[in-house]
T-cell receptor, first 111, second 110 residues
Framework: GENVEQHPSTLSVQEGDSAVIKCTYSDSASNYFPWYKQELGKRPQLIIDIRSNVGEKKDQRIAVTLNKTAKHFSLHITETQPEDSAVYFCAPPPGAGKSTFGDGTTLTVKP | SQTIHQWPATLVQPVGSPLSLECTVEGTSNPNLYWYRQAAGRGLQLLFYSVGIGQISSEVPQNLSASRPQDRQFILSSKKLLLSDSGFYLC?????????FGEGSWLTVV
C-alpha cells in the first residue's frame, strides 16, 4: 500500500505566525490527499482535502497545496491561534480496504 | 446520517486479563471498518481492517484479534493483555476516501 513521510514531527510557532506541514508520497497514481486534526484526548477529524486535479484548496485560514511532480502535499495554517494546537495527520489514498496515516505532526501555538 | 459508536470509553485492566472493545456503525451498509491504536504522543497504528463480514486483515502480529460478526459491528479482543497494550484505541469506518473515527477507548493495563 501507499506510504507517506510526514515532516516535521513537532512544530512550535508564535500566535499569528504561519505553520506548514509536509507529506511526501510514493504512488504517482494517488489522487486524493486529506489532512486530519486531532485535538488532545479526542478523535482525529478531517479538516481539508484535495484531489489531484487541482493544485491548491483553501478554507479560511487553512490551505492544502499539491505538487504532483515532486509527490508531496502540504498543509498551511495562517494567522495561527492557540486552538490550532493539535496533532495533524496526512493520509495517503486508501488502498484495497487498507487506510494508513503519516506519523503525525504536533503543532504548538504559543500565545 | 451515519454515526459510529465505540465502547467502553475508558477501562483499566490488569495484565493477563481479557479485553473486548466494541464498535458499531449506523446509517450505512457494508462499510470498511478499522481498528487503530495510538500510544501516548504517537501516531495512528493500523491494527485490523475489514471489508466485509468475517473478513479480517491483520496489520501487526500481536496478542490482539478482531472479529466482525455482523455487517456493522467490529470487535477488538485479547485473551491476555500486556502492559504494552495500553493506549488509545480508535474504531473507524470509511465513506469514499474519508475516514470517520469513533470517540475512542482509553485502555490502561496495570
Amino acid at each position: 500500500g501507499e506510504n507517506v513521510e510526514q515532516h516535521p514531527s513537532t512544530l512550535s510557532v508564535q500566535e499569528g505566525d504561519s505553520a506548514v506541514i509536509k507529506c511526501t508520497y510514493s504512488d504517482s497514481a494517488s489522487n486524493y490527499f486529506p489532512w486530519y486534526k486531532q485535538e488532545l484526548g479526542k478523535r482525529p477529524q478531517l479538516i481539508i482535502d484535495i484531489r489531484s486535479n487541482v493544485g491548491e484548496k483553501k478554507d479560511q485560514r487553512i490551505a492544502v497545496t499539491l505538487n504532483k511532480t515532486a509527490k508531496h502535499f502540504s498543509l498551511h495554517i495562517t494567522e495561527t491561534q492557540p486552538e490550532d494546537s493539535a496533532v495533524y495527520f496526512c493520509a495517503p489514498p486508501p488502498g484495497a480496504g487498507k487506510s494508513t496515516f503519516g506519523d503525525g505532526t504536533t503543532l504548538t501555538v504559543k500565545p | 446520517s451515519q454515526t459510529i459508536h465505540q465502547w467502553p470509553a475508558t477501562l483499566v485492566q490488569p495484565v493477563g486479563s481479557p479485553l473486548s472493545l466494541e464498535c458499531t456503525v449506523e446509517g450505512t451498509s457494508n462499510p470498511n471498518l478499522y481498528w487503530y491504536r495510538q500510544a501516548a504522543g504517537r501516531g495512528l497504528q493500523l491494527l485490523f481492517y475489514s471489508v466485509g463480514i468475517g473478513q479480517i486483515s491483520s496489520e501487526v502480529p500481536q496478542n490482539l484479534s478482531a472479529s466482525r460478526p455482523q455487517d456493522r459491528q467490529f470487535i477488538l479482543s485479547s485473551k491476555k493483555l500486556l502492559l504494552s497494550d495500553s493506549g488509545f484505541y480508535l474504531c473507524a469506518w470509511r465513506l469514499g476516501n474519508t475516514i470517520y473515527f469513533g470517540e475512542g477507548s482509553w485502555l490502561t493495563v496495570v
